[in-house]
């Protein structure tokens, strides 16, 4: 079994917010297969399926973001799942919109959610799809996570051009997922870290 977690905040105004790009796409994922997401478990909207004759279990939790960390946890223990069988989607700033990057392990680099995951469940190797959303034009020294202007870029939608490519990032990241739990997460990096969808 995997667990597919996207990242984001509850709330209709963070609905289409560019930190809510892992809630977009574990969303489309699950119409791609069928599997809505209306329960509630661990502090998270959940559902159950099968990708490819594998069970999987996708989660948003609603615990925002800086606490996504408490319900992975609860939903590993839940369905006695070790960090490998871990896949957490989220937005990265150090992508260009357009980039996708799927790792294991690493650091959160300074991502709330991602750092919230490694302190709750003890390490962090699990599998990551960074979804870029662009760097706000701020100076350098003013581009730290808690930058009020990083802070209003990330909590900000995404413009109607923008709108077009991240349809496109969306299904990609839905394939490359897809790619991950039928081929593993080597074979994945392999296809899917090259390149920019345009």
């Given at each position: 079994m995997k667990l597919i977690v996207g990242l984001g905040n509850p709330g209709k105004e963070y609905t289409v917010s560019r930190?809510?790009?892992?809630?977009?796409?574990?969303?489309?994922?699950?119409?791609?297969?069928?599997?809505?997401?209306?329960?509630?478990?661990?502090?998270?909207r959940t559902g159950e399926g099968e990708v490819e004759g594998v069970k999987v279990v996708l989660a948003k939790p609603?615990?925002?973001?800086?606490?996504?960390?408490?319900?992975?946890?609860?939903?590993?223990?839940?369905?006695?799942?070790?960090?490998e069988d871990l896949i957490v989607v989220h937005d990265d700033m150090d992508l260009p919109l357009g980039k996708i990057?799927?790792?294991?392990?690493?650091?959160?680099a300074g991502h709330n959610g991602i750092n919230s995951i490694i302190s709750e469940i003890g390490t962090p190797e699990?599998?990551?799809?960074?979804?870029?959303?662009?760097?706000?034009?701020?100076?350098?020294?003013?581009?730290?996570?808690?930058?009020?202007?990083?802070?209003?870029?990330?909590?900000?939608?995404?413009?109607?051009?923008?709108?077009?490519?991240?349809?496109?990032?969306?299904?990609?990241?839905?394939?490359?997922l897809t790619a991950i739990i039928t081929s593993g997460v080597e074979a994945a990096m392999t296809k899917y870290n090259a390149g920019v969808v345009e």
């Open positions: 930190h809510n790009v892992g809630f977009m796409c574990v969303n489309y994922f699950g119409k791609q297969y069928k599997i809505p997401t209306e329960s509630k478990k661990a502090h998270a609603f615990t925002f973001m800086n606490r996504s960390g408490s319900s992975v946890k609860e939903l590993m223990r839940k369905y006695d799942l070790k960090s990057r799927i790792r294991v392990g690493g650091s959160s699990f599998a990551r799809i960074r979804v870029g959303i662009g760097h706000p034009e701020v100076p350098e020294d003013a581009r730290g996570v808690h930058s009020p202007k990083v802070i209003d870029y990330v909590l900000k939608g995404f413009s109607s051009d923008e709108k077009q490519l991240l349809n496109k990032v969306i299904a990609r990241v839905s394939e490359s």
